[in-house]
Structure formats: structure tokens, C-alpha cells
């Protein structure tokens, strides 16, 4: 099994989200497979980048392969993965594997198919905040470990947004019962 580099995220934003899902996302060990991404472009108006720089979003504007951690108002922590300057792509959702009994904990939940499912859960389970913008993803705590083969892929529409919510860039696994939602 390979580790991620930099260079994996220095791709458009559509590649790289759906390159993700089936990759193992582990923050000091605790994670799994990513089941679900969402993909934002720097000219695309639901991207946090789109208006340009701003001190929340310095890190979209960053090298590629970092983190983009921001807070979902005002209430969950989201992590994204940096690809070209101004794009993202949002985790969604994991199949928890690795380290479950602290995913637990921290979210105070036993149900494995809800404990990573959408964003907010993810990063509470994964004990990720706003401490981990900017950090790399091919050092520690992070670790994103290609699985090989990439599981099939449905896309859609993404979810939760206002603006760009008919571009078909939610990607998740065909089939995964981790998902945030369904896909349409």
C-alpha cells in the first residue's frame, strides 16, 4: 500500500475527488476507506475560494496535497483536501475501520453506519479542528494510503449548498452503507 503524495493533488478537482474514494483516510491512526467526496473549483460559485483569498479559505490558496479545515456554520468541523490553487475536495464520508473504539468515544455514538457519515461526524470522530488547516496529509497525524483499486463510483449532485447545486460532483462508493445521504 502506497502513500499519498503531494503530487496525487496537483490534478483538477474532479480527478482527484473522485480519485479518492476508496483511499484510506487515517488521523493518528483512526479512520478507513473514503466513501463519499465532493469536489470544489476555484471558479465555481459553492467554493469557499470564489471570491478569492480571504484568512478562513488562505489554505485553498495553498500548495496542493494540505488540509482545508473550516467550520460549517459555526458548528462542525469539515475537512477538505487541497488540490490546485483554489480547489478542494470535501470528505464526506468514511467506512469506519481503524481505530473505532476511539471514534466512539469521541462521538458518543455506537452506530458504525452513522459514526463517519457527512462531514461534521468525520472530522468529530477523527478528532480533526481547525489546529490541523494547512497541515499536510502525507505526514503525521495524517495518512492517506492508496487501496489500489477503486470501489465503483456513482455521481450526483452535490448536497448542501445553494449555489452549483446541479453540477454532478458528489462521488461516492456504489453500494456503501457509510454514506452522509443517498445519492439521487
Known amino acids: 500500500m502506497e502513500t499519498l503524495s503531494p503530487a496525487f493533488f496537483d490534478r483538477d478537482v474532479e480527478t482527484v475527488a473522485r480519485a479518492l474514494v476508496g483511499v484510506t483516510l487515517l488521523v493518528d491512526g483512526t479512520g478507513g476507506p473514503i466513501v463519499e467526496t465532493e469536489a470544489y473549483a476555484a471558479d465555481d460559485p459553492a467554493a469557499h475560494s470564489f471570491r478569492g483569498p480571504t484568512p478562513r479559505n488562505a489554505a485553498m490558496f495553498g500548495p496542493p496535497g494540505h488540509?482545508?479545515?473550516?467550520?460549517?456554520?459555526?458548528?462542525?468541523?469539515?475537512?477538505?483536501?487541497?488540490c490546485r490553487p483554489g480547489s478542494a475536495v470535501l470528505i464526506r464520508a468514511i467506512e469506519p475501520l481503524e481505530g473505532v473504539a476511539r471514534m466512539v468515544q469521541r462521538r458518543g455514538l455506537s452506530d458504525l453506519r452513522l459514526l463517519c457519515a457527512g462531514p461534521g461526524r468525520l472530522c468529530q470522530?477523527?478528532?480533526?479542528d481547525k489546529s490541523l488547516d494547512g497541515a499536510p496529509l502525507d505526514r503525521p497525524p495524517f495518512a492517506l494510503i492508496d487501496a489500489g483499486a477503486a470501489p465503483p463510483l456513482l455521481a450526483g449532485p452535490r448536497i448542501g449548498i445553494s449555489v452549483g447545486v446541479d453540477t454532478p460532483w458528489r462521488f461516492c462508493a456504489a453500494g456503501s452503507r457509510?454514506?452522509?445521504k443517498p445519492p439521487r
Open 67 to 82: 488540509a482545508y479545515v473550516y467550520r460549517s456554520y459555526g458548528l462542525h468541523w469539515c475537512l477538505n483536501v487541497v
Open 125 to 128: 470522530a477523527l478528532g480533526v
Open 178 to 180: 457509510y454514506l452522509s
